[in-house]
Nanobody, 116 residues
């Protein structure tokens, strides 16, 4: 399985971006997976930003609640991260991740840079 993330870029403070992560392979396995977005800022540890379960339940890091929204499209094997009201502290490489049972699969990162 491969996870292909895209949508990063340079945006001004207060702007918006939407990240996408396409998961190759079996659609059924995608549908039963928990999908996550993590980020890693320079000099900091990778942190969980948002997660969505197979049933559609979501959770968010406190720092992004009310600004970010995670969603999934089973027909496209894709998970999204809509990021609004972006702040300079949101600058990081964003990674998508799939959890299925005990397995964890990572995609390559996409860089988000928020200028002040």
């Amino acid at each position: 399985v491969q996870l292909q993330a895209s949508g990063g870029g340079l945006v001004q403070t207060g702007g918006s971006l939407r990240l996408s992560c396409v998961v190759s392979g079996n659609s059924f396995r995608f549908s039963i997976s928990t999908m996550n977005w993590y980020r890693e800022a320079p000099g900091k540890q990778r942190e969980l930003v948002a997660a969505i379960t197979s049933g559609g339940s979501t959770e968010y890091a406190n720092s992004v609640k009310g600004r970010f929204a995670i969603s999934r499209d089973g027909a496209k094997n894709t998970v999204y991260l809509q990021m609004n009201s972006l702040k300079p502290e949101d600058t990081a490489v964003y990674y998508c991740n799939r959890r299925l049972g005990s397995s964890s699969t990572w995609g390559q990162g996409t860089l988000v840079t928020v200028s002040s």
